[in-house]
C-alpha cells in the first residue's frame, strides 16, 4: 500500500503559478508511471501531465509548455510546476502511482484560477 499526500494547491489569479506536490510513502523509484490528473466540476478526470520510467514524460495537449512533471527520487516525491494558468485550469488536482500491478490515487488538491 502506497499512500500519496497532495499539496500546494490554492487560489491564484490567472497567469499566475503554482506548484504541486505529491508526496509518497514509498518508493517510487519501482513505480512504472507518476502521473498528475485533474477533474473539474461535471468533467470526467484526465491525464495532466505523466513521466515514466526512465524519465520521459507527456502532456495534455492543454497544458504542454506551460506545465512541467518532475520527480526527486530521493524524496518520494513528484511535482507539477504550473505556470501561466488560465481560469480553465481550476479543478482538483490529484497525484496517481502506477506500479504494474496496482495502482494508488492521493485526495486531490484544489486549484482555483480566477480571471
Known amino acids: 500500500q502506497v499512500h500519496l499526500v497532495e499539496s500546494g494547491g490554492g487560489l491564484v489569479q490567472a497567469g499566475g503559478s503554482l506548484r504541486l506536490s505529491c508526496a509518497a510513502s514509498?518508493?517510487?523509484?519501482?513505480?512504472?508511471?507518476m502521473g498528475w490528473y485533474r477533474q473539474a466540476p461535471g468533467m470526467q478526470r484526465e491525464l495532466v501531465a505523466r513521466?515514466?520510467?526512465?524519465?520521459?514524460?507527456n502532456y495534455a495537449d492543454s497544458v504542454e509548455g506551460r506545465f512541467t512533471i518532475s520527480r526527486d527520487n530521493a524524496k518520494n516525491t513528484v511535482y507539477l510546476q504550473m505556470n501561466s494558468l488560465k481560469p480553465e485550469d481550476t479543478a482538483v488536482y490529484y497525484c496517481?502511482?502506477?506500479?504494474?500491478?496496482?495502482?494508488?490515487w492521493g485526495q486531490g488538491t484544489q486549484v482555483t484560477v480566477s480571471s
Open positions: 496517481n502511482a502506477d506500479y504494474w500491478d496496482s495502482e494508488y
Open positions: 514509498g518508493s517510487i523509484l519501482s513505480a512504472n508511471a
Open positions: 513521466i515514466i520510467t526512465g524519465g520521459r514524460t
